[in-house]
């Protein structure tokens, strides 16, 4: 609906502007009982220089306030990871929140439109908060069940508000929900298959005590297994190390796993729990004791559902017989640590619309789509 009272766009500067940035959801939201409140402390994280993405990128923040009342907010980012890699002078949007008003969003986007022609982009992509290696995609399909960890949330007039100001689709985003009761067995040309590499193959779950080399190996197999992909970027290391600081947190070593063929790592699965599940009623604050009491709620009361968010096969083995194997070796190897936990659903997300390999492997082995996510684009010249 559109407001007579003008909006204002002012940049984040100080620590007062960021907490409003991060509060603007909650009036937006407050009637849809599908919408997680994030953990405040840990956008404060997120959005700091303590975040290892900002050692390859530089963004800006806006807030939109009406009668001094925040509204809507958006960001613009610049990765060099990606500039140099692509040689394409693009940037991105991302943590796009705003009431239901088309020239609301049209302020946002030219705000952070012009900044990124001013720095020489003549092309911006979104939404990615901040990067899509982190949470990306505009919800699209799917609106009617709560996102899971590390997943974005959103109201439907978000879609046509962005089309509105300008924007095609550029890719599809995947998510699948995946039942792991009642167990379900390998397809047989599977078992086949693996019967033949049998002796050579090992599945492993990860080594704790080695962390720091494990975390390599898995960062060496994703930015193997991805490179070819839509819009991949690396993972730096350091990106990598701090992943595996939070995900030695809250995942056992068993959720996750690691093939080996004649010792050589191949292929890996991580599962994590859906900590959204944990936190949905704490308004967004875990203080004063933080990720103590976020673990603490998980030993209490263990969530019922989990995602994947990371999971890859060695590029060489992906147009060959092995490559699908390998992905229901590592899907089945973890099935028996995330059921002992009480987890019944996993959400395998994401996954590209046009990735026909990795589809057909989910869908081969009973998973569903349950939500849809778009990238958009748009030409700045």
């Not at 949007?93 to 239901?100: S, Y």
């Not at 900044?115 to 505009?138: A, D, H, V, Y």
């Not at 998510?175 to 047989?188: D, F, I, V």
């Not at 959720?255 to 699965?269: C, H, N, R, T, Y």
């Amino acid at each position: 609906m559109a407001a007579e009272t003008p909006v204002e766009i002012r940049p984040v500067e100080s620590r007062r502007d960021l907490d409003r940035f991060i509060r603007v959801p909650w009036p937006i939201y407050a009637s849809d009982p599908n919408w997680i409140p994030p953990l405040i402390f840990e956008r404060r994280q997120h959005l700091s220089s303590h975040n290892p993405y900002f050692e390859h990128a530089r963004w800006q923040a806006w807030v939109a306030y009406r009668s001094g009342r925040p509204v809507g907010r958006i960001t613009a980012q610049i990765d060099e990871l990606y500039l140099q890699r692509y040689q394409e002078p693009t940037g991105f949007f991302g943590l796009l929140e705003a009431e239901q008003d088309p020239a609301l969003f049209g302020a946002l986007f030219q705000t952070a439109e012009e900044w990124l022609r001013e720095q020489g982009m003549t092309q911006i992509q979104g939404p990615f908060n901040l990067s899509i290696n982190q949470e990306c995609g505009l919800l699209v399909d799917g609106f009617d069940t709560p996102p899971s960890v590390m997943m974005g949330h959103a109201l439907p007039y978000y879609q046509d508000a962005v089309e509105s100001a300008g924007y095609d689709k550029a890719k599809e985003l995947l998510a699948y929900q995946y039942q792991l009761l009642p167990r379900r067995e390998m397809p047989p040309i599977m078992l086949k298959l693996i019967g033949k590499y049998r002796e050579r193959l090992q599945i492993r779950p990860l080594c704790r005590s080695r962390l720091e080399q494990e975390m390599e190996t898995l960062r060496d197999i994703f930015n193997d297994a991805w490179s070819e992909n839509w819009g991949f970027l690396p993972y730096t290391a350091e990106e990598f190390r701090v992943m595996g600081k939070d995900l030695t947190m809250l995942v056992g070593e068993d959720m996750i796993q690691i093939a080996e063929l004649d010792g050589d790592a191949v292929a890996f699965i991580v599962v994590l729990p859906n900590i959204n599940e944990a936190i949905r009623d704490l308004d967004g604050r875990l203080l004063p004791f933080g990720w103590a009491r976020l673990l603490w709620r998980l030993k209490v009361g263990y969530p019922k559902t989990g995602r994947v968010p990371l999971m890859g096969v060695r590029k060489k083995y992906q147009n060959t017989r092995l490559g699908p194997a390998l992905a229901f070796l590592v899907i089945d190897a973890v099935k028996e640590g995330v059921i002992r936990r009480g987890i019944r659903d996993l959400e395998m997300s994401w996954v590209l619309d046009d990735n026909a390999g990795m589809r057909s492997v989910l869908e081969a082995a009973g998973a569903v789509i349950s939500k849809r996510y778009r990238i958009y684009q748009k030409s700045l010249i």
